[in-house]
């Protein structure tokens, strides 16, 4: 499959293009209902627009336990990304301070701490979601879990097979369909017949 905007080629399996981020899934959904032709423009600010609500929907869609990992996985990324900076800054600012003198190399010695910021930022991430949105996922679940009936988590007392062949029980109906409407007329109403029409 080749990119209608820019002509890469790329495998079926991509869904995005890897030098200009076409979607190719749409145009794959096209050709799939038999092409376009060339006089079709495509209206890529709609088509973008789809995309940001097909991935909003899909966020939404997560269970609580897949938002707090992703979580997690966010605090660790922003903290590496903050020690990252941090050794990098630290390196960098400690060789142009040994070219400065005075009260400006305190401060060449100073600015690296600034990576601090995203690694305290990525660690409160991970401690959110490794104890603070783990208990509000528990406590989602034990809602829900108390929600749905207390049979759905009974276990049988029997195997499933030993249900099987079981012989079925009869259902006793103490009551009548026509009886909870009937009962609520005030006096009995009687239908005519067909031998009093006759």
Request: charged share 25%.
């Amino acid at each position: 499959m080749f990119c209608p905007a820019c002509g890469t080629e790329s495998n079926e399996q991509t869904k995005y293009c890897t030098k200009c981020g076409v979607n190719l899934r749409r145009v794959k959904g096209v050709l799939g209902k038999g092409g376009a032709t060339r006089t079709d423009p495509v209206d890529w600010q709609r088509a973008t627009a789809e995309d940001w609500l097909e991935e909003r929907n899909h966020q939404r869609r997560k269970s609580p336990e897949e938002k707090r990992l992703n979580e997690i996985k966010a605090g660790v990324i922003t903290t590496s990304v903050g020690l990252g900076m941090l050794i990098f800054l630290s390196l960098l600012f400690a060789a142009i301070a040994q070219t400065v003198e005075g009260p400006e190399r305190q401060i060449m010695y100073a600015i690296p701490f600034a990576g601090l910021i995203p690694v305290l930022i990525g660690l409160g991430l991970i401690v959110n979601g490794v104890f603070v949105t783990k208990r509000l996922v528990k406590l989602k679940e034990d809602q829900q879990r108390d929600a749905l009936p207390a049979s759905l988590f009974s276990a049988p007392d029997t195997s499933p097979v030993q249900q099987l062949n079981a012989p079925a029980q009869p259902v006793a109906n103490d009551f009548s369909v026509v009886e909870p409407t009937t009962t609520r007329l005030a006096e009995r109403i009687s239908a005519p017949s067909s031998r009093d029409t006759n």
